[in-house]
């Protein structure tokens, strides 16, 4: 970059201007897993434990977290977050809802929520996962993405 180049980044939007509203996320995903490692999970037999018990907290967590994460986001105050997990075949959906009274969206907070979720059960059961040459042929992350996205004024919840 010579002296005449100038390149200016805002680091993070101004939001200062914008009307405290409120906001609601819904984000899914889905993980396909063997069969035997769905049995695994629906039977209890994770030696690492309560895999969707777990998995809700990796996802709630992650939501409180996603500042941290991803560097543009603001940090949130998180009034609500639903996680919910549904057998679709051998894929396991993971969708999360965010609520928040604030002056951004939380979709992204929605997002890293189902991200988180599904890599903890990704993490989980891996062992159930791998190939005898140790690869995970099966089990596979896939279409996340956002739902839906509202926002109201706070009279408009009542």
Same mark, same amino acid.
């Given at each position: 970059?010579?002296?005449?180049?100038?390149?200016?980044?805002?680091?993070?939007?101004?939001?200062?201007?914008?009307?405290?509203?409120?906001?609601?996320?819904?984000?899914?995903?889905?993980?396909?897993?063997?069969?035997?490692? @769905?049995?695994?999970?629906?039977?209890?037999?994770?030696?690492?434990?309560?895999?969707? /018990?777990?998995?809700?907290?990796?996802?709630? /967590?992650?939501?409180?977290?996603?500042?941290?994460?991803? *560097?543009?986001?603001? *940090?949130? *105050?998180?009034?609500?977050?639903?996680?919910?997990?549904?057998?679709?075949?051998?894929? $396991?959906?993971?969708?999360?809802?965010?609520?928040?009274?604030?002056?951004?969206?939380?979709?992204?907070?929605? $997002?890293?929520?189902?991200?988180?979720?599904?890599?903890?059960?990704?993490?989980?059961? @891996?062992?159930?996962? @791998?190939?005898?040459?140790?690869?995970?042929?099966?089990?596979?992350?896939?279409?996340?993405?956002?739902?839906? @996205?509202?926002?109201?004024?706070?009279?408009?919840?009542?």
């Amino acid at each position: 970059m010579t002296e005449e180049t100038s390149i200016e980044l805002e680091a993070v939007v101004r939001i200062h201007e914008k009307e405290v509203l409120f906001r609601r996320a819904v984000a899914t995903g889905l993980l396909t897993l063997q069969s035997k490692t @769905k049995s695994a999970i629906e039977d209890g037999s994770v030696k690492k434990g309560d895999v969707l /018990q777990a998995s809700t907290i990796a996802a709630i /967590q992650a939501v409180k977290e996603t500042p941290r994460i991803i *560097p543009h986001c603001h *940090p949130i *105050p998180i009034e609500g977050v639903q996680v919910d997990w549904v057998w679709e075949g051998n894929n $396991l959906r993971c969708t999360v809802t965010v609520e928040a009274m604030y002056k951004t969206g939380v979709e992204m907070e929605a $997002l890293t929520g189902v991200s988180a979720g599904l890599l903890c059960v990704f993490d989980m059961v @891996k062992s159930f996962e @791998k190939d005898q040459h140790g690869q995970y042929t099966t089990a596979c992350i896939r279409e996340i993405h956002v739902i839906s @996205k509202t926002k109201n004024l706070p009279s408009q919840n009542e």
